[in-house]
């Protein structure tokens, strides 16, 4: 194994998604990386890229430095134990929604490098945003270098507190379903205003595209591109009134994030 040697732990679409980005930035090399994938067609998707792709982690040789965990949260318990023999000298990263460092340290032990990590699905084409959270045992040379492999698939934040990743959780993490539903709404209310089906779903889909591009490379604020576009006594400013009177949609949203945010603190206690 290399010096930034990686083992990859799962490899269905998240997994396979960072592999890509790693690759194809030339962050790692495919002689860099392992694959523990037990699925067949993942495990020879995974291999054409050039990478070792493994059934199960009895094949692996050396010393990875990093260990990235990239399986569904049920099965993390069942699957950790076969990687104890790496700690404490590798660090592992884990992309298991909802599940905290103290069940790693647990399994692992207590003297475990863990970096927990919130991402979401449009890390699939590298536009994702990515939260992470180290334990007091991270290295900050693995840190930085567990951030720079994040980088390829999108945005990456840190946080000190874990108790924040229920929030993170609800805003970026369960956050493009809402977009995706807005859409879905968008789109419908199109239809009932007379527009056929397929040109409604363009007009939406290509609005929350550009609207969400010109927001992140704009130097002003969503509130200030808003009162751009708003004419006075205008048709964005009628729309406006029914979705900002009485504060509506900031009421509705932050309802919602909250029914996320306390529902991931449910499952993180169960």
Request: glycine share 8%.
């Amino acid at each position: 194994m290399t010096k930034n040697s990686v083992i990859l732990v799962g490899c269905g679409n998240m997994g396979f998604a960072m592999l890509q980005g790693w690759l194809s930035s030339g962050k790692l090399q495919a002689s860099d990386v392992t694959v523990v994938e037990p699925a067949d067609g993942l495990r020879e998707r995974a291999a054409e890229l050039g990478v070792k792709a493994l059934a199960d982690s009895t094949g692996i040789t050396g010393s990875p430095r990093l260990i990235i965990i990239a399986v569904k949260p049920q099965v993390i318990q069942d699957i950790l134990p076969a990687y104890q023999s790496y700690a404490p000298a590798a660090t592992f990263v884990s992309v298991a929604a909802g599940t905290p460092v103290s069940l790693f340290e647990t399994i692992l032990g207590e003297q475990t490098a863990i970096i927990r990590c919130m991402p979401n699905t449009p890390a699939a084409i590298g536009k994702g945003m990515m939260v992470t959270f180290a334990n007091s045992n991270v290295a900050p040379d693995d840190k930085r270098f567990t951030e720079e492999l994040l980088e390829t698939s999108g945005k990456v934040a840190h946080i000190d507190d874990e108790k924040l990743m229920d929030a993170v959780t609800a805003v970026s993490g369960s956050g493009p379903a809402y977009i995706f539903h807005f859409i879905e709404c968008l789109t419908q209310a199109g239809v009932m205003a007379g527009l056929p089906q397929d040109i409604a779903a363009m007009l939406a889909m290509q609005t929350v595209y550009g609207a969400g591009a010109l927001a992140k490379t704009s130097t002003d604020t969503p509130s200030q591109l808003r009162i751009n576009v708003t004419s006075p006594n205008g048709t964005t400013a009628a729309a406006l009134e029914v979705l900002m009177g009485n504060n509506r949609l900031q009421n509705l949203m932050t309802e919602a994030v909250e029914a996320a945010r306390s529902r991931s603190e449910e499952l993180g206690k169960a």
